[in-house]
């Protein structure tokens, strides 16, 4: 028997399937592969594989090499799709490995274990064509945990992304409101806590939406509410959290002008402070009107984000780039982002800007060997345990006709659709598709046949049972002679010792 040379597979065909470099090429059905026991392993399909004649089929290589007839150039979707989901159960893999022992470790589960004990995982398909063409897994966990494990991350966001698209358009065209989008930003030096910085930011955030000088201004922009993100990044000078929030308003920003005096009490002399309208009309009246100066909503933003990040002890922030605001395009560019959040982990080469690492990233370089990624991977773990992705202002959603539902609600969408059920997996057979990371292949190769009427399924099947079936032969010669090693000689030509056996 043969080992098929390494030159017949690609790299990026290699890395698609674990199995790819260790099976053989030539598959054999004699005696022994016949008489072997796996036991309960799919008979049918083990049954069907020996029965059929194994030195016409074709070379492994045809397996990773999507064996179908489709013009890859009619389906770069497709198969763009399939290779960032690849990558993306790979990296779900990685971090199983990295918090298997830690409390984050609910990621462990995820697209391993049966939601029913009583029923079999099955793949199902959405039953469209083309494009939008989708396989998956039924009656399988999912674990939701949305900053730790991207396979879950991408059906939650993508989920999310819908939302607030939604709620942009009913804003802007329905309600005829304006949306702006402020970026906010904090200093950050090299060998600070993760959990103390994204407490202080989410506290100074909070001030920022809900003190009494901020319910002013916003009451002043007839502020309806907001949506909030975190994201992070790692870079040169440690950890880096930033939040980006959707604002909801009734009055451009462009339109206000707040009016700002001087203190002129003892304590506060020569400080700035916001006029309300009476306050205003009190100095016009009494001829003060030249203390007023007016100044626009951003700037105050700034000067104000800046003034908070210092009370609350994250130090001094840039006063030009600490608050940004945009608007228009850079909001739909940025709902975008998130629509297509599934190819974040296409290329092992993407890089955040500036040479900072998002968490992903941070996984893809634990995966390459950089272990200190790993560690810094684990305290992002830790300090977002729990989190949500977003969070909206109270009743926003509902002001906005979005429908209420959980993040586990989101992944149970389609496990209770009533979807065609396309193949169903034994347990034991279950098993050795985990053990060989086949979960995403297998996917793919549903999608595959759906569109073009091939049978890559079944011809994944049918080797990685002939090749476990081999493995098992070789594993058992080989504690056999181990075995005969430890026995003396003499022992076989004894005839009362083989009377025992």
């Not at 049972?465 to 504690?479: A, G, L, S, W």
Request: charge should be positive.
């Amino acid at each position: 028997m043969t080992i098929l040379p390494r030159k017949y597979f690609s790299s990026s065909q290699s890395a698609r399937n674990p199995i790819v470099n260790c099976i053989p090429s030539v598959y054999y059905s004699s005696q022994k592969t016949k008489q072997i026991t796996f036991s309960g392993i799919n008979r049918q399909t083990f049954s069907h594989v020996c029965k059929e004649k194994l030195s016409s089929a074709p070379l492994l290589g045809t397996i990773t090499k999507f064996n179908s007839n489709f013009s890859h150039k009619k389906n770069k979707i497709s198969a763009k799709r399939q290779s960032a989901r690849s990558a993306n159960f790979k990296l779900t893999d990685t971090a199983k490995n990295l918090l298997a022992n830690t409390a984050q470790k609910r990621v462990c589960v995820c697209m391993s274990h049966r939601l029913n004990q009583d029923e079999n995982i099955s793949i199902k398909h959405n039953g469209q064509s083309g494009t939008d063409g989708r396989a998956y897994y039924s009656n399988i966990i999912q674990c939701s945990s949305v900053h730790t494990c991207i396979v879950c991350n991408n059906r939650i966001m993508s989920k999310r992304s819908k939302e607030i698209a939604q709620a942009y358009d009913y804003f802007t065209s329905s309600l005829y409101g304006f949306v702006p989008m402020l970026t906010l930003t904090i200093p950050h030096k090299h060998g600070g806590s993760l959990e103390k910085q994204l407490e202080l930011i989410n506290q100074a955030y909070k001030r920022l939406m809900d003190d009494r000088i901020m319910r002013q201004v916003w009451q002043i922009v007839g502020k309806v509410g907001a949506i909030k993100g975190v994201e992070y990044t790692h870079g040169k000078n440690g950890h880096h959290n930033h939040i980006h929030s959707l604002m909801f308003l009734e009055k451009s920003h462009h339109d206000i002008k707040l009016p700002i005096a001087r203190w002129n009490t003892p304590k506060r002399k020569g400080m700035l402070r916001l006029l309300n309208e009476k306050q205003e009309k009190s100095y016009i009246e009494k001829g003060l009107q030249a203390q007023i100066s007016y100044m626009s909503f951003e700037k105050f933003i700034k000067f104000y984000w800046f003034k908070l990040c210092r009370e609350v002890g994250l130090g001094a922030t840039s006063l030009e780039n600490g608050a940004v605001i945009t608007e228009g395009d850079n909001v739909k560019s940025y709902i975008a982002k998130h629509k297509s959040a599934q190819e974040i982990t296409n290329s092992r080469d993407k890089k955040a800007k500036n040479g900072n690492r998002n968490q992903w990233e941070l996984l893809l370089d634990y995966q390459g060997g950089d272990n200190h990624a790993g560690i810094i991977f684990k305290e992002y773990a830790q300090a977002f345990s729990g989190g949500k992705l977003l969070r909206w202002s109270n009743g926003l959603k509902k002001l906005l006709l979005i429908e209420e539902i959980e993040d586990e609600a989101v992944l149970l969408e389609d496990e209770n659709a009533e979807n065609h059920v396309v193949e169903e997996i034994t347990p034991e057979l279950w098993h050795l598709i985990k053990r060989y990371k086949l979960q995403a292949r297998l996917l793919s190769a549903v999608e595959n046949d759906y569109q073009n009427n091939t049978n890559e399924y079944s011809d994944i099947l049918g080797r990685m049972i002939e090749y476990h079936c081999e493995r098992v032969e070789r594993q058992r010669i080989i504690e056999h002679q181990h075995i005969k090693n430890l026995v003396p000689p003499q022992w076989f030509n004894d005839v009362s010792i083989q009377s025992v056996y």
